[in-house]
């Protein structure tokens, strides 16, 4: 079936994200898709990006869980400044989709990023059609999400094209049927659109 709609995640494929390296630091680990493992599985990191509990209780909880050796307050103030604004030429990439798909977005985030990250209001702004984990009580990679979304969309799993930077979570993704890519950045996301014909 032709692609209808094309669902981006935010964080790393349109968002700068800068605090993948430093929570490694805190926990001690370098590699990459291990830090996302630790980070997608944590009670708190879901428990937060879910809507169920406040920053203050998600930033104790955090560094109980992992043993960091920084104090709530100051893993909160690191946390808000993860994401580091819209990476250059996101705002064309959207704008430039072909004009028989519908963009949207899948993001697993929180009061705190959606709201008061840099770029906060040009994010918003991007999409009429978004799907946020601490409003829908639901987290990728987790299949409920993904379910959610195709619900949502009133279309089939295979109209949709997903781009996320998350091998885990475009797992996930395909397990429901979606075309889902792991990308990292504006022109790898661009690259996979121009080879499906979805940009203008």
Known sequence: MATQVVLFDLGGVLVELGGVDRFGGLIGEVDESEIWRVWLTSYWVRRFERGQCTREDFAGGMVEEHGLAVGA?????????????????????????ASHVRPACLSNTNE????????????????ETRF??????LVKPDREIFEHVVAGLGCDPTEVLFLDDNQLNVDGARSVGLDAHRVTGVEDARRILAMHGLLR
């Open 132 to 137: 946020l984990s601490h409003e829908l009580g």
């Open 112 to 127: 705190l990023h959606w709201n008061e990250q840099i770029d906060a209001q040009l994010v918003q702004a991007m999409f």
């Open 73 to 97: 307050e100051v893993f909160l103030y690191e946390f808000l400044n993860w994401p580091q604004g819209l990476i250059p030429g996101a705002l064309d990439l959207v704008a430039d989709l």
